[in-house]
């Protein structure tokens, strides 16, 4: 099983990576399971509703967080 981590995706910038080259990734070495970090993904600073299925259509499988986790109170 091939596992892909990638590490603290951050605002835009960092959503707009994973949209263009995370599919390409995923079939070009044929990664199995996504691991991401997103606890910035939400201009810099935790994680909204919008931005957690965003990450879930674009293939991502296992989300993580740290301590910006409750920033966002909608994700609750």
Same mark, same amino acid.
């Given at each position: 099983? $091939?596992?892909? #981590?990638i590490?603290d995706? &951050?605002?835009? @910038?960092?959503?707009?990576?994973?949209?263009?080259?995370?599919?390409?990734?995923? $079939?070009?070495?044929?990664? +199995? #399971? @996504?691991? *991401?970090?997103?606890? !910035? *993904? %939400?201009?810099?600073?935790?994680? !909204?509703?919008?931005?957690?299925?965003? #990450? %879930? #259509?674009?293939? &991502?499988?296992?989300? %993580?967080?740290? !301590?910006? %986790?409750? +920033?966002k $109170?909608?994700?609750?």
């Open positions: 099983m $091939k596992v892909l #981590f590490g995706i &951050v605002g835009n @910038v960092g959503r707009q990576m994973i949209e263009d080259y995370l599919y390409r990734i995923r $079939k070009d070495y044929q990664i +199995d #399971f @996504v691991i *991401a970090n997103v606890e !910035n *993904a %939400t201009h810099g600073k935790g994680l !909204n509703r919008k931005h957690y299925d965003f #990450f %879930t #259509f674009e293939g &991502v499988d296992c989300m %993580t967080m740290g !301590n910006h %986790t409750f +920033d $109170k909608e994700l609750l």
